[in-house]
């Protein structure tokens, strides 16, 4: 266990699918990160909270939902998603930067 | 902007070798943190060593060394003695320094596969 946990591991879900990455710390840390990890490419940051609210959305399309209903708890919400948004999605949380950020372990996600 | 660069995308040696992974950084902050972390099979990144801009130290940590050079934008890894269980995606990453929020920006990665 790192302190960051997500769930699922992995998740195959349709195009016309709706479902939900979820990402829990309780490392008392007040900001938390999704990145997505593609193939072949640089981690990717798509949404910042801070203290529970969205400080950075990096262009990400609306077919990803981010929601932090409190410091420890962040979800992220998909719908109608594309093939290539096959990817790893990988949770993080920081306080300062003495231990840098942790990670979550990530969530496989294949779209079909 | 920041950028991050990790020229070598695969490296393979064989056990007990030292082998050095690059990475050179481009940023307009004069202040700013360097990372190295480390992404195993298993999928999550681990935290190796944070540096600032201020410290040029170079530091070991046990197999693990790491060469800051201001001068070149360069935080080089060097692992000592390679073991199969060295074998992952190793990351730099580079955030400025201060604020509330610390945004990484990552290099793509070096993908170390050590032999036995």
């Known amino acids: 266990e790192t302190g960051v946990t997500q769930t699922p591991r992995h998740l195959v879900m349709g195009m016309t699918n709706k479902k939900s990455l979820k990402c829990e710390q309780h490392l008392g840390h007040n900001a938390m990160y999704w990145y997505k990890q593609s193939a072949k490419k640089p981690l990717e940051l798509m949404f910042v909270?801070?203290?529970?609210?969205?400080?950075e959305n990096n262009s990400v399309p609306s077919r990803f939902s981010p929601e932090c209903p409190n410091s420890s708890h962040l979800f992220l919400h998909l719908h109608t998603l594309q093939p290539e948004d096959s990817a790893l999605y990988l949770c993080?949380?920081?306080?300062?930067?003495?231990?840098?950020?942790?990670f979550g372990s990530g969530t496989r996600l294949t779209v079909v | 902007a920041q950028k991050v660069t990790q020229a070598q995308t695969e490296i393979s040696v064989v056990e007990k070798e030292d082998v050095t992974l690059d990475c050179v950084y481009e940023t307009r902050d004069t202040t700013y943190y360097l990372f190295w972390y480390k992404q195993p099979p298993s999928g999550e990144l681990v935290f190796l060593i944070r540096r600032n801009s201020f410290d040029e130290q170079n530091e070991i940590s046990g197999r693990y060394s790491w060469n800051f050079q201001k001068s070149t934008s360069s935080f080089n890894f060097t692992i000592t003695a390679s073991q199969v269980v060295d074998s992952a995606v190793y990351f730099c990453a580079l955030t400025r320094l201060g604020g509330s929020n610390y945004k990484l920006t990552f290099g793509k990665g070096t993908l170390l596969t050590v032999n036995p």
């Open positions: 909270y801070n203290f529970k609210e969205q400080t």
């Open positions: 993080a949380s920081s306080f300062s930067l003495r231990g840098g950020y942790t």
